[in-house]
């Protein structure tokens, strides 16, 4: 069955830098759009960034646009999200999601909190 | 940006029917998906293209779509139906493509 696991959440400061990763397995991962999709507590999922199959079109959020990377290794089926100059309103679980357009596949999740 | 207004809150009792709704402009024209969130748990799709339902989720799930409004419907409501719920639309060529409503807490009673 279709399993995305995501690693790589903590505490980190404000400013600091933080890499994700989402482990994927049960389907064929170089086939797939893929995506980050977060949450803030008490609020409603947002969706911050994807990428193609092949890495050629990636998209960003305003919210995001110039601190976040996302990146994807094919080879061994991981997405990653490279978060730099982060800020307090960037606290949430970050999901891991197969697919654009809806989503039937999403990680648990990974809580990264800024705080100082 | 476009916007999908949900109601905050819904109760109801076990057995009767739930409906959510969710505002947008002219979202009747788009394709809207809902999903189930649980507390500490990962949103789950229960609803896609306004009014299929995805293998595993109970027929009791449906949707409808039509003018400015999309609703869920929820019939013969279980206490694990108790959950957040939220709609969803994908603009394509828009500057903000996934678009999540705000979301309806569904109390049982």
């Known amino acids: 069955q279709v399993q995305l696991v995501e690693s790589g959440g903590a505490l980190v400061k404000p400013g600091g830098s933080l890499r994700l990763s989402c482990a994927a397995s049960?389907?064929?991962?170089?086939?797939?759009?893929m995506s980050w999709i977060r949450q803030a507590p008490g609020k409603g999922p947002e969706w911050i960034s994807y990428i193609d199959e092949s890495s050629s079109t990636v998209y960003y959020a305003e919210s995001v646009k110039g601190r976040f990377t996302i990146s994807r290794d094919n080879a061994n089926n991981t997405l990653y999200l490279q978060m730099d100059s982060l800020r307090v309103d960037d606290t949430a679980v970050y999901y891991c999601?197969?697919?654009?357009?809806?989503?039937?596949?999403w990680g648990q999740g990974t809580l990264v909190t800024v705080s100082s | 940006s476009y916007v999908l207004t949900q109601p905050p809150s819904v109760s109801v009792a076990p057995g009767q029917t739930a409906r959510l709704t969710c505002g947008g402009n002219?979202?009747?024209?788009?394709?809207v998906h809902w999903y189930q969130q649980k507390p500490g748990q990962a949103p789950v799709l229960v609803i896609y293209?306004?009014?299929d339902r995805p293998s595993g989720i109970p027929e009791r799930f449906s949707g409808s779509n039509s003018g400015n409004t999309a609703t869920l419907t929820i019939s013969r409501v279980e206490a694990g139906d108790e959950a957040d719920y939220y709609c969803q639309v994908w603009l394509s060529g828009s500057d903000h493509p996934g678009v999540f409503g705000t979301g309806t807490k569904v109390s049982v009673l």
């Open positions: 293209d306004d009014r």
């Open positions: 999601a197969r697919e654009i357009v809806v989503v039937a596949a």
């Open positions: 002219n979202i009747g024209r788009k394709s």
């Open positions: 049960g389907f064929i991962f170089r086939d797939y759009y």
